[in-house]
C-alpha cells in the first residue's frame, strides 16, 4: 500500500503531492509575471508623460501602502471564517481575478482610453492628454491594488491549507526558485521592450494570468475546514464593529504574537536603508552594469541552493534557523560595514570579491530565506492564519512607512555632516547594526516562548478564542534534535577557522618582511599574531564547555549553560572557513600593490570578523539554556483544536 501525506482533511499519495506541487509552482510562475510589470513599467510610463515624482510615489508607493493597510486585515479576516464550495481560499482569488486582468489592459491602452474619453465625455476636453492619461493610469492602478489585494492576501495562506507541514520547508524552497526563474526570465526577455511594446506587454500579462492562475483556482481542492466561529448579529455598522474587535482582541491580546510582530517591524525598519544601497555601491566605484550583474550572479546561484537548503528547513525548523541566523547577523555581520569608513579599495577589486563573498554565503542565505514563510505556518494557528499574519502585515507595514521616513531624515542628516559626499551612504550599516539588536530581542524572546509552549515535541499555538487557550498545532513536523556527533564537527570546524587564522598570520608576517611596508608588518607581529592565539584558545576553551554539557545531558544532568544546535552551527562554520580565505586575499591584493594602510585595516577586520563568532556562539547558548529573562512560564493548558 502506497504511503499517505495528510494535511486536515486532505489526503495525497506521492503522485497527488507532486501534482498538487506542480499547479501551485506553475500559479506561482503566473503569479510572478503579472506581479512583475506594474512595479518595472509604471514608473517609465509615468515619467513619459511628466508626472512629478510625488505623484509618481502617490500612485506607486502611497496608495497601495494604505490599501494594504486595510484592505488585507479585512480580507483576512473573512476568509479564515468563509466556508463555501471551493473552500475559504479560492473564491477570493477566483472571483477577482476577471477585474485584475481588466485593470492590467487598462494600464497598457490608458492612452487610448483616454483619447476616447476626451471625444464622448463632456467636460473635459480642455483637460490635456498626458494629465489624462496620469489620472486615468493612478485610477487604474488603484483598482488593481485594491483586486490584488484579495490575491495577495489568501494565495499565501492556501499553502497552509494544502501543503502537509512536514513538506512546507522544501515547497517553498521550490517556490522561491521558481519565483526567481519568472523574474530572470521577464528582465532577460520582456522588460527591454517596456517602452516600445507596453500595450502587448501588459495585455499579455492580463492573458497569462486569467488563463493560468484560474486553471489552478479550478484544479487545486480544499478540504474541510472546523465550522467557523459564530457570526456578529445586528445591523451592518454592529457587526463590523463587533468584527473589528474580535480581529484585535484575538491578534494582539497575546505577547507571543505581539514579539512575532516585533521582530517584523524590527526587521522592516533596518531594510529601510535598502533603498540607499546602490548609491553605497556607485560611491564603491561600481557602475550599474556591475550592480546588476553582481545581483544576476547571485540570483543564479542562489536558485541552485534553494530547493537543497528547504529540505533542511523542514528537519531544523524554520524558527530555530531564523533565531540562529538573527544571531549571527546581528554580532558578526551587521557591524562589519565599518570597514569601509577606513578603505577604498579599487571597483574590480570590490566586484569580485563582492561575487565571491555572495557565492560562499549562498547557502547560508537560501537557508535563511527559505525559512522565512515556513516561519509563519509552523508558528500561527490554522484557524486564524490569515488573520494574523495580516495582523503582522499591519504592524510591518507601519513600521515600514515610519522607517522609511526616518532612514531618509536619517540619510539626510549624514549627508549634511559629509557636506553632500556620497561617502555618507557608507554609514548604512550603523542603522542596520542599531535595529538588529531589536530585532535579536525580540527574536530570541520569541524562541524562548515558543519552547515554553512545548516547541519540537508538541508546540501548540496561543489561541485566546478557545477555552484551553491553545490551539493543537499537532501535525507539525518534529525537527530534528541536536546531535553530538554532528555538533562535535561543527566545533571542529570552528577550531579549523581559528587555526587557519593564526596560520594565515604568520604567512604574511614572511611575505611582509622585507617589502618595506613596516607598519604593516609590526601590527602583524606585535597586536595581529597575538590577538589570532587569544582568539583561538577562547575558542578551544569555549567548545571544551560546550562538549562537556554534552556530556552532563548524555549523563543525565543538566547542562551548565545550553546546548546548541548543529545544524546552523556547521553552515556558519564551513562559510566561515573560506571567509577567513576571502578576508586574506584581500590582504593579499592590498600587499600585492603596497597598500600599507589597508593591509592594517582588512587585517583588524579579518580579526573581528572571526572573533565574533564567540559572542554569538555564547548567545546561543544562553537562548537554548533559558538565561534570558523570561516570565514564569504559566501553568499548562489543555489544547483545543478549533
Known sequence: MSKTYQCGSLSYSLRGLLVLFGWLLWGDFCFTLMESVVPSILPLRLKALGAPNWVMALILSTLPGMLNMTICPWVSFKSDRHRGRWGRRIPFILWTLPFICLCLVAMGWTEEIATLARAWLPGIGNVTPATLSIVLLGLFMVGFSFFNMFVGSVFWYLFNDVVPARFLGRFFGLFRVVGTLAGALYNAFVFKYAESHMREIFTGAALLYFVGFGVVCLRVKEGEYPPPPAAAKGSAWARLGAEIRSFCRESFTHRFYWLFYLMSAFAACSGAMGIFGVFFQKDMGMNLE?????????????????????????????????????????????????????????????????????????????????????????????????????????????????????????????????????????????????????????????????????????????????????????????????????????????????????????????????????????????????????????????????????????????????????????????????????????????????????????????????????????????????????????????????
Not at 554580532?331 to 577606513?342: F, K, N, P, Q
Not at 539554556?625 to 501553568?635: D, I, Y
Request: aromatic share 12%; with cysteine; hydrophobic share 55%.
Open 290 to 642: 556591475q550592480i546588476g550583474r553582481m545581483a544576476a550572479i547571485s540570483s543564479v546561484v542562489s536558485m541552485a541552493a534553494m530547493y537543497f537548503a528547504a529540505i533542511y528547513v523542514d528537519r531544523w525548523h524554520p524558527l530555530r534557523i531564523t533565531v540562529y541566523f538573527t544571531v549571527f547577523g546581528t554580532i558578526c555581520t551587521s557591524y562589519g560595514g565599518w570597514i569601509w569608513l577606513a578603505v577604498s579599495p579599487a571597483p574590480s577589486m570590490y566586484y569580485w570579491m563582492g561575487i565571491a563573498a555572495s557565492v560562499v554565503t549562498v547557502f547560508g542565505s537560501a537557508l535563511s530565506g527559505d525559512a522565512s514563510i515556513p516561519l509563519f505556518m509552523r508558528l500561527m494557528p490554522p484557524s486564524r492564519y490569515g488573520q494574523i499574519c495580516s495582523a503582522n502585515a499591519l504592524v510591518r507595514s507601519t513600521a515600514t512607512v515610519l522607517g522609511g521616513l526616518a532612514a531618509g531624515m536619517a540619510m539626510d542628516g549624514m549627508m549634511k555632516l559629509c557636506h553632500g559626499a556620497n561617502y555618507a551612504y557608507r554609514f548604512i550599516f550603523v542603522w542596520n547594526a542599531l535595529l538588529s539588536i531589536g530585532t535579536l530581542i525580540s527574536t530570541a524572546l520569541l524562541y524562548r516562548a515558543w519552547k515554553r509552549l512545548g516547541g519540537d515535541e508538541g508546540y501548540s499555538a496561543p489561541a485566546p478564542w478557545n477555552p484551553g487557550g491553545r490551539e493543537d498545532m499537532s501535525e507539525g513536523h518534529i525537527a530534528v534534535p541536536p546531535r553530538p556527533r554532528w555538533l562535535g564537527v561543527a566545533l571542529n570546524l570552528f577550531t579549523v577557522s581559528f587555526g587557519l587564522q593564526a596560520v594565515l598570520v604568520l604567512v604574511f608576517l614572511v611575505l611582509l618582511h622585507g617589502r618595506g611596508l613596516g607598519r604593516a608588518l609590526w601590527w602583524n607581529a606585535w597586536v595581529y599574531l597575538p590577538a589570532a592565539g587569544v582568539l583561538l584558545g577562547a575558542w578551544l576553551w569555549l567548545g571544551r564547555s560546550i562538549q562537556q554539557d554534552v556530556r552532563r545531558q548524555a549523563a543525565g544532568g543538566a547542562p551548565i549553560s545550553g546546548i546548541p544546535h548543529h545544524g546552523v552551527l556547521m553552515v556558519v562554520a564551513i562559510q566561515g572557513i573560506f571567509l577567513v580565505a576571502l578576508n586574506w586575499a584581500w590582504l593579499g591584493w592590498s600587499m600585492h600593490v603596497n597598500q600599507e594602510r589597508d593591509i592594517i585595516w582588512f587585517g583588524l577586520a579579518a580579526l573581528v570578523a572571526l572573533g565574533s563568532n564567540l559572542p554569538a556562539v555564547h548567545v546561543l547558548r544562553l537562548i537554548e539554556h533559558g538565561s534570558l529573562p523570561w516570565p514564569p512560564a504559566p501553568a499548562p493548558a489543555a489544547s483545543a483544536a478549533t
